[in-house]
């Protein structure tokens, strides 16, 4: 008898917990409740995306206005970012990438940066292989890409709102000393040995995004071999659940507009779950 109980009451946590993951398609969030003097909104982004694609709504335009601050994942605002992703950028205890991969991959590598990304490896040869993700992006996307996070910051120039981050610079770069380097070096090669894949994925990706589903996004996100495969933990969900107390607390002072990447927001374990676990209120916005 006292088995079965059990089992009913995880059977009910379990259906209590799903309960809370978000099923409709939208990339816009109301969040209310919860002691909120007025509702804060959260938004989707995808951080680099082709001109063709890029889209704000007059929706989005109209939500950010009733809002007092915008809040990116960093403070993209900050005129000492650029100084202190320089003192951040590099690995820890002396590594260089040279260290990280045979001769004949490094060779390939910055052949392949030279040709595509016209900078040798030379001047990236300490950083951590995740920062040179970057520069390969343009290759991937094979356009100049947007950003949503920096058309956001213009909008909140122009009514005058501040930008903040929900974490710091050195917050967001200490994760990738917990990654591997080798690990990292191992993402960079796959990436460029797999350039119609990373295309054909990436495609995939920016569909799911502007159907708004971020269900399907969470989800093809967390099996992408080119950065999230095995590291959900550190990349997504340690952070998710840091960032709700956070959230919490800066919507409490002033009615806020959030933007985070999409793959954080759907699933059990994203930013909608688990604000709706904490008793706020986030519904679509259509």
Known sequence: MKRVSLLLVFCMLSIASWAQVPVENSLLWEISGRGLAKPSYLFGTIHLICPTDFSLSDSLKSTLSRTQQVALEMDMDDPGMMAGMMKTMNMAAGNELKKLVTEQEYQRLDRFFKDSVHVGL?????????????????????????SYEMALVELAGKQKSEVIGIETLEEQMAI???????????????????????????????????AQNISELYGMTLKSEFGMEGNEEVMLFARNQKWIPRIRRIASAKPTF???????????????ALLRKEGFVVKAVR
């Open 176 to 210: 990738f000393d917990t990654i591997p380097y080798k690990d990292q070096a191992k993402m960079l090669l796959t990436l460029i040995d797999s350039l119609p894949s990373a295309r054909k994925e990436f495609k995939s990706l920016v569909a799911l995004y502007k």
């Open 122 to 146: 030379a001047m990236f040869e300490r950083a951590k292989p995740f920062v040179l993700m970057g520069p390969l992006f343009n290759t991937v996307l094979d356009c100049q890409p947007q």
């Open 258 to 272: 959030f933007a985070v990447g999409a793959a954080h927001l759907g699933g059990e374990k994203g930013v909608i």
